[in-house]
């Protein structure tokens, strides 16, 4: 069964540094999605993404956040300058259409010291 | 305003008895709900999704209500097994923020032996 795939599973990295996580889409799929996750807490959209632009982004998604799409596979999440309180399981999901249903990776834990 | 929120944070059920975890949403303009199971450390796993215009469906072991009037949407498992021991969030498509889901607060489920 297709699935979409992160990469790292888990990261530390140090408070100020950039952090890149990388995620395969499904590969049928048109709209991706960050979704992030703080211990114990409910998940949070983050940024929707569809025909290469942003079609929305959260309040959490601030200047120190960006999305890419550099080639036709891969869907990347970047922390320009990280930050405590950004330390979280990010969750990249994707969907065919508008209607279906979103399908999601099994997260990229990430820690910031 | 956009929010969905669940009445019960953790619901606690003999194995073999039958699970209902109920969900509340607030945006009318939602139309699609998914159930999503999430284990620790993984990513929401689709359970079963239902689309507005129903307000029953059904899958293997598991049962969707939507009631539109009041804003609910319940989740039934039957013949809960420890296998089904989770958090499950339910979550609202809202088209009109650029088809993103919304997702709930989430509810633990624990099943006894």
């Known amino acids: 069964e297709p699935e979409v795939t992160q990469t790292p599973s888990h990261q530390v990295t140090q408070m100020g540094q950039e952090v890149i996580l990388r995620c395969v889409p499904i590969s049928n799929h048109l709209y991706f999605y960050w979704y992030r996750q703080i211990l114990g807490q409910k998940v949070e959209f983050l940024v929707s993404?569809?025909?290469?632009?942003?079609?929305?982004k959260s309040e959490i998604f601030d200047d120190q956040f960006s999305v890419e799409r550099p080639d036709g596979s891969n869907f990347t999440l970047k922390i320009r300058s990280t930050k405590l309180e950004d330390s979280a399981m990010y969750f990249c999901a994707s969907r065919q259409g508008a209607g279906n249903t979103i399908y999601f990776g099994e997260g990229s834990w990430l820690t910031v010291v | 305003g956009e929010s969905v929120g669940l009445h019960l944070p953790t619901l606690s059920v003999q194995e073999g008895d039958n699970s209902i975890i109920n969900c509340a949403y607030s945006n009318s303009a939602s139309d699609y709900f998914i159930w999503y199971k999430q284990e620790s450390g993984k990513g929401p796993q689709f359970i079963i999704d239902?689309?507005?215009?129903?307000d029953k469906r059904q899958g293997q072991r598991v049962t969707v209500l939507l009631n539109k009037t009041v804003k609910h949407l319940s989740l039934q498992i039957a013949a809960t097994q420890p296998g089904d021991s989770a958090v499950y969030f339910c979550?609202?498509?809202?088209?009109?923020?650029?088809?993103?889901?919304?997702f709930g607060a989430g509810t633990i489920l624990r099943v006894k032996s």
């Open positions: 993404f569809y025909n290469n632009e942003i079609s929305e």
């Open positions: 239902i689309r507005s215009n129903m």
């Open positions: 979550a609202e498509n809202i088209m009109e923020y650029g088809n993103k889901l919304v």
